[in-house]
């Protein structure tokens, strides 16, 4: 896509934004069904995340967001959410970061 059909894209798009603690979020839905959320640093001004979300289809159901950039959300998995003795293994979330910057090693 060039920029000037980029820009055109973007203008026709319908756009929501809201603060929350120090970032800017933003949500853009476009003609063709497509949404981009983006969330920015308030400090400095830069895109610190950005997920693409394709026209859903009503009988597949709702699509999910695909990640450009920024992290994947973590998933919580808390001892509660799993029956006793399931054998089932939760996460830690006691601020441990692997070398890769991760919550968990798993992840690198």
Known sequence: ????????????AEKNSMISGRARKVLYKFPDGRQMAEEYNMDTGIVQRRAWKSKSNKIMGESEWEIELGDEPRQLNWSGNKPPGSGEETDSLAGEISPCGRATPRHC
């Open 1 to 12: 896509m060039s920029y000037q059909n980029w820009l055109n894209y973007l203008q026709a």
